[in-house]
Structures are given as C-alpha cells and as structure tokens.
C-alpha cells in the first residue's frame, strides 16, 4: 500500500495567485510557511526552522482561497506532493514539488489573529462563518469541496 499525504499548519507568505486556464478551472497558487523550535543539545542554544512549501488549489477551493486568504492567514490544509517538470527557455530540465491541496480549514483571522472557528467546526457543522473584512458570511458546507 503507498500513501501520499500531507498535512500541514502555516502562515501564507503572501496573497494566493489566483488565474483561470485555458479549459476554464479555477487555480490559486501560494506559499505557505511551517516552523519548527528545539533546543540544540551541545550547546543550550535555542533554534528555529522555516520552511516555505508551494502549494496549488484547484476549482471551487481555488475561488475560496482567493476569496477568503490572505498573507499572514495560518491555514491548514491537506493534500498530497506532486513534482512538475519542464523545460526552461535554455533548455534546462527544471523540476517543482509543491502540495495539492483537497482540503483548507481557515484557522485564523487576516489580520493573524485567532478566529472562532475550531478546526473541526468547517467539517462537523452545517456553516462555518468566514471572516471578511465588511462582516461575516455564512457558507453551507455544500459550498464547501471538502
């Protein structure tokens, strides 16, 4: 049996890049940025790692990360690593992993903030208000393409 999941909590490095291709979906592409702390053992000295991970949305997830994230947002979200690979203008093979994502909990405000909305709330509840910057929306949770 194989497994290709990841799941992940972070911070948007900026806004999402949303565009429409050619067969008329829906892609919203960004960064999202985890970290890590321990304390070196030699030494005493506390450390920290960030790590900055691509990732791509596609369809009705891609027009809710382009409705409702933000730079700074923490999210989580699942999905599974895919590599790309093309050929650059010299001719050079390039290669790119990033995160399909298939599912997205918003976790915290815009402004970096904690919300009220729990990460069970999006998948257990009937609606999940949405923070935006003019009031609250309700979405159903058939709006919802998780």
Not at 62 to 77: H, L
Not at 93 to 103: A, G, S
């Amino acid at each position: 049996m194989d497994l290709n999941k990841v799941m992940l909590i972070g911070r948007l490095t900026k806004d999402p890049e949303v565009r429409t291709i050619p067969s008329g979906e829906m892609v919203a592409t960004f960064s999202l940025a985890t970290g890590r702390q321990w304390t070196d053992k030699a030494t005493g000295q506390k450390k920290s790692q960030t790590e900055f991970h691509n990732i791509v949305a596609w369809r009705r997830l891609a027009d809710i990360v382009s409705q409702y994230c933000k730079k700074g947002q923490q999210i989580y979200i699942e999905g599974h690593l895919q590599t790309r690979s093309w050929d650059d203008p010299s001719g050079q093979k390039k290669y790119r992993t990033e995160i399909v994502t298939d599912n997205l909990i918003l976790l915290g405000s815009r402004q970096g903030g904690t919300s009220s909305n729990s990460a069970t709330a999006a998948q257990d509840e009937h609606s999940m208000p949405v923070p935006e910057a003019q009031g609250e929306e309700t979405i159903s949770v058939e709006d919802i393409p998780f």
